[in-house]
């Protein structure tokens, strides 16, 4: 009994290998290791994306400020120019247009701001008087709009 029992154990032990595995392939760790090293390579150096930074926006590249960070900052800084204190909410969000309303503090100027995303565009309405008097036009399809401008450079 002693002898079948060792026996057992051997064939378990041989069999628990080829079984714990998902599949029969075994990985061929070499092969990894170099495709590993391949992709590494791949990579693009930050000389590459700065010269893109140059290309593209026409301007040097700035630490610790993602590439179309700087564009979008500015146009909300004018958009803070145009109306002061402003505060918004959102009306409109999706994959190709982003509507919001701004407004002051006093909620006496609402202005109406649609960002088309596949034209790369940015509009901005006449300011309203009051939120319910913007939200009619936007509803109704009335909205006057008075600046209309691309955001792409150059």
Same mark, same amino acid.
């Given at each position: 009994?002693?002898? @079948?029992?060792?026996?057992?154990?051997?064939?378990?032990?041989?069999?628990?290998?080829?079984? *714990?595995?998902?599949?029969?392939?075994?990985?061929?760790?070499?092969?990894?290791?170099?495709?590993?090293?391949?992709?590494a390579?791949?990579? #693009?150096?930050?000389?590459? #994306?700065?010269?893109?930074?140059? &290309?593209?926006? @026409?301007?040097?590249?700035?630490? !610790?400020i993602?590439?179309?960070?700087?564009?979008?900052?500015a146009?909300? @800084?004018?958009?803070?120019?145009?109306?002061?204190?402003?505060?918004?909410f959102?009306?409109?969000?999706? !994959?190709?247009?982003? *509507? *919001?309303?701004?407004?002051?503090?006093? @909620? /006496?100027?609402?202005?109406? *701001?649609? /960002?088309?995303?596949?034209?790369? /565009?940015?509009?901005?309405? #006449?300011?309203?008087?009051? &939120?319910?008097?913007?939200?009619?036009?936007?509803?109704?399809? &009335?909205?006057?709009?008075?600046?209309?401008?691309? #955001?792409?450079?150059?």
């Amino acid at each position: 009994m002693q002898q @079948k029992s060792l026996k057992l154990r051997r064939q378990r032990r041989a069999w628990a290998k080829p079984l *714990a595995r998902a599949s029969g392939i075994v990985p061929n760790r070499g092969v990894l290791a170099e495709y590993k090293e391949r992709a590494a390579g791949l990579g #693009i150096s930050e000389y590459e #994306i700065d010269q893109l930074i140059r &290309k593209l926006y @026409k301007r040097d590249s700035i630490e !610790g400020i993602p590439a179309g960070r700087v564009e979008v900052l500015a146009l909300l @800084k004018e958009l803070k120019q145009q109306v002061p204190e402003m505060h918004f909410f959102s009306i409109l969000d999706n !994959g190709w247009w982003h *509507a *919001a309303c701004f407004y002051n503090s006093e @909620k /006496t100027c609402f202005v109406l *701001a649609l /960002t088309d995303l596949r034209k790369h /565009t940015v509009r901005r309405s #006449i300011e309203y008087g009051s &939120k319910e008097r913007a939200l009619h036009v936007w509803n109704h399809n &009335k909205v006057i709009w008075v600046s209309h401008r691309s #955001i792409r450079s150059g």
